[in-house]
């Protein structure tokens, strides 16, 4: 006999999205079809722009949510599974309850942002639709599989408990299934950006150019990234509140663990981040260099700024997050003393970073100045200084790691002093590296200069390879001065996670905005013109307004979410 | 029997997949065939070895012409430069050797040289042709220009 519970869940699953559907179509014909033929149409009070903004915000906010989750729940599934400790599976298990509910609300916002588009932007709509619309039955077929497989994936959990590969099976194709997915809605949303493959007025030549476009492969990879980043840090967040709101030490033990492992994943998965950013960077400047120079020259680059205090943000927390982890490592004093001169490395590397190149200045101000770039400032305004700055930022971070890792053990293996000795070469020459390249970027034309940051990189990259590996080997079967005590970490390093995962929330909001403000007054680049007589690229003061207001709606519907989560653990203690 | 049906579970979306797949490839329409312009040759095809006839096309598809005229005549105008006109390339055997050539049309001139010091710049300067033209190109292109050099000026020599 069929376990019902499996059976039931999935088909709750379907049926939960089905309505969802149904009620979808039914207001389209009922009600748009009605309407009288138009270019554009006005949403009440916010406008069509602003009501747009949020919604679709909103919901890939919770598509990011429902795509990283999944990645970090089968990733700690597949460790437990490897190391065969409860506490994995539990962990993974724990977030996969989550899911469900965000899988709603993630379809119901798809569900008003597919309507809004319809019902406020039907002229663009219908022109989105002529190119896409083979498209559509792929994302169906892809979105009723996401929803068999999450279902199927937290209800088959005991049913296959024996059998742990088939369960991760479900777990990757759940994976596959909603990346694919992704990777389908970034062909329409890339296409608006950097269309190909259609004529300047339009017309289709190509539909794979169109699909795949200039932009199409950064932008996955970048959001494949960004989605275990901001999962690792979500989970981090919500191990967090529980960890706050705990009774007992061993529930604390439990979530201060999980707030850990969330937070490496995030981290682990936001250093590599910046550099999927210059790719696609480089892409919108082989797309169209005047694209390329309004992001970084003209009226979006005071944005790189606030994304640079923001990104520092995460560096700093999560350093201080290790650094505070450390007091609960018995032996991992003998670390503390170089925390200070790290800090201050990260302090000045920040500050480099969000030294704009152009001050805002009155005219008896940038007198006084003497030239148009502070003297002085303008020296780091620039790309060589800034990258310099984030590749020392990377490299701060992950010595701060290496601390943490070895904080309760002693190597014990007899060439430990020879690996010591090359892993601060390596740090040492690879610091070098990312300086003179820095500092020679002064010399050269700018086009020279930023070949220079994929030395910088490739250098970073190396040192993070070479010292981990080295470090594995160094401390196997090391002597533990004792064990990790999890539980005994103070509140603020919680607060601090919590922060982190704003923080993540803030910088997506704030590309989002990057990314669709580029396209300027096209709803489509050089092919369709905005027209609606409300169509303006809004400034960065008010985006930011937009931006905020619309995290706080996300995070009133995750605070929901982890109420939810809570709830239901309870229920099953008591049970 | 019970990881039977989680199994056929398993299988369904990947069916439907598979279905909707077949659908979305049938309904992509076909792509319209590029337009492919006929080349255009300037000047007549010179009367020489397969190389410099070879070179005479890359001078042609690659557009050099529209600066240094059919054949390397010149006579095509850059305002405050030097004579006022950018330099024919017929001559150029005499002042270059195939390799000084061949490194000048990678590098370009970026600056060139004013009439009026205090003038504007030409609005016309050779592009570094690095990196866009192959290493054959190059070599087939600069073997044409050195043959550009007139009869009797060859004789002369």
């Known amino acids: 006999m069929v376990d019902k519970k499996v059976f039931k869940g999935v088909v709750k699953g379907l049926l939960k999205i089905s309505i969802i559907f149904i009620i979808l179509v039914v207001f389209i014909l009922l009600f748009v079809k009605s309407l009288p033929e138009t270019d554009y149409r006005e949403f009440p009070l916010l406008g069509s722009r602003i009501a747009i903004w949020i919604i679709a915000q909103l919901h890939l906010l919770f598509a990011a949510f429902v795509l990283g989750i999944p990645i970090f729940a089968v990733i700690t599934e597949f460790i437990g599974m490897r190391t065969k400790d409860a506490k994995y599976d539990n962990l993974a298990r724990e977030f996969t309850k989550l899911l469900s509910f965000a899988f709603t609300i993630t379809a119901i916002f798809g569900a008003i942002l597919f309507f809004l588009i319809v019902l406020l932007y039907p002229k663009f709509f219908d022109y989105m639709e002529k190119i896409f619309s083979p498209t559509f039955y792929l994302y169906c077929a892809l979105i009723f599989g996401e929803v068999v497989y999450t279902y199927l994936y937290y209800y088959s959990w005991d049913t296959l408990s024996q059998k742990k590969g088939l369960h991760l099976v479900i777990g990757i194709l759940l994976n596959v299934f909603g990346t694919a997915l992704m990777f389908l809605a970034n062909s329409w949303a890339t296409f608006m950006m950097s269309p190909g493959g259609v004529t300047d007025k339009g017309k289709l030549l190509n539909f794979w150019s169109a699909f795949m476009n200039h932009t199409w492969w950064p932008i996955n990879i970048h959001r494949v990234i960004a989605n275990i980043c901001f999962g690792g840090f979500i989970v981090a967040a919500y191990a967090a509140y529980r960890f706050l709101s705990a009774k007992t030490q061993e529930e604390k033990a439990h979530y201060d663990w999980m707030g850990y492992t969330g937070n490496f994943i995030g981290v682990s998965a936001l250093i590599p981040l910046p550099f999927a950013g210059y790719w696609l960077g480089r892409e919108i400047y082989a797309f169209n260099e005047q694209m390329g120079i309004v992001m970084m020259g003209g009226i979006f680059s005071w944005l790189f700024i606030i994304q640079a205090i923001l990104i520092a943000v995460l560096f700093i927390g999560t350093n201080y997050y290790f650094w505070v982890g450390m007091n609960r490592i018995a032996g991992a004093k003998r670390f503390v003393k170089y925390q200070l001169s790290m800090l201050i490395i990260l302090f000045v590397c920040v500050a480099i970073w969000m030294t704009p190149h152009t001050l805002v200045a009155s005219l008896a101000e940038a007198r006084k100045i003497g030239a148009a770039h502070h003297p002085l400032l303008g020296v780091f305004g620039i790309m060589s200084a800034k990258n310099t700055a984030v590749n020392i930022i990377i490299l701060t971070t992950f010595l701060s790691f290496i601390f943490y890792r070895r904080a309760n053990k002693i190597d014990v293996v007899n060439w430990a002093k020879t690996g010591k000795l090359i892993q601060s070469i390596i740090f040492g020459l690879v610091a070098a590296v990312v300086i003179f390249f820095g500092v020679y970027g002064y010399f050269v034309p700018a086009i020279t200069r930023i070949g220079f940051s994929v030395y910088q990189v490739l250098a970073v990259l190396f040192a993070l390879v070479s010292v981990t590996t080295i470090d594995i080997f160094l401390f196997r079967r090391a002597k533990k001065t004792g064990e990790i005590e999890w539980g005994k970490i103070p509140p603020r390093s919680q607060y601090v996670l919590i922060l982190l995962a704003v923080t993540v929330v803030l910088l997506m909001g704030l590309m989002g905005y990057l990314r669709s403000g580029l396209r300027q007054e096209w709803h489509i680049y050089t092919i369709m013109h905005d027209t609606h007589p409300g169509a303006y690229t809004p400034t960065l003061g008010f985006a930011s307004q937009i931006i905020s207001i619309t995290c706080l709606i996300f995070f009133s519907f995750v605070a929901f979410i982890f109420w939810l989560g809570e709830k239901s653990k309870k229920n099953n203690y008591e049970k | ?157």
Not at chain 2, 58 to 74: D, L
Not at chain 2, 88 to 117: H, S
């Open chain 2, 1 to 157: 029997m019970k990881t039977k049906i989680i199994e056929i579970l398993i299988l369904i979306p990947i069916l439907i997949l598979i279905l909707a797949l077949g659908v979305f490839l049938s309904k992509v329409p076909e792509p319209v065939p590029e337009l492919k312009m006929p080349k255009i040759y300037f000047g007549e095809q010179p009367k020489a070895d397969e190389k410099i006839v070879k070179g005479w096309k890359i001078y042609n598809e690659k557009g050099c012409f529209f600066c240094h005229g059919i054949e390397g005549k010149g006579d095509i105008k850059n305002p405050n430069s030097k004579g006022g006109k950018i330099s024919p390339l017929q001559l150029v055997a005499e002042g270059y050797t195939k390799e000084e050539l061949k490194g000048l049309i990678l590098r370009g001139t970026r600056d060139i040289a004013k009439e009026n010091k205090n003038g504007p710049n030409p609005p016309i300067n050779m592009p570094a042709w690095k990196g866009v033209l192959s290493n054959e190109e190059l070599d087939v292109l600069s073997e044409y220009l050195m043959s550009l050099i007139p009869k009797e000026k060859k004789e002369e020599w």
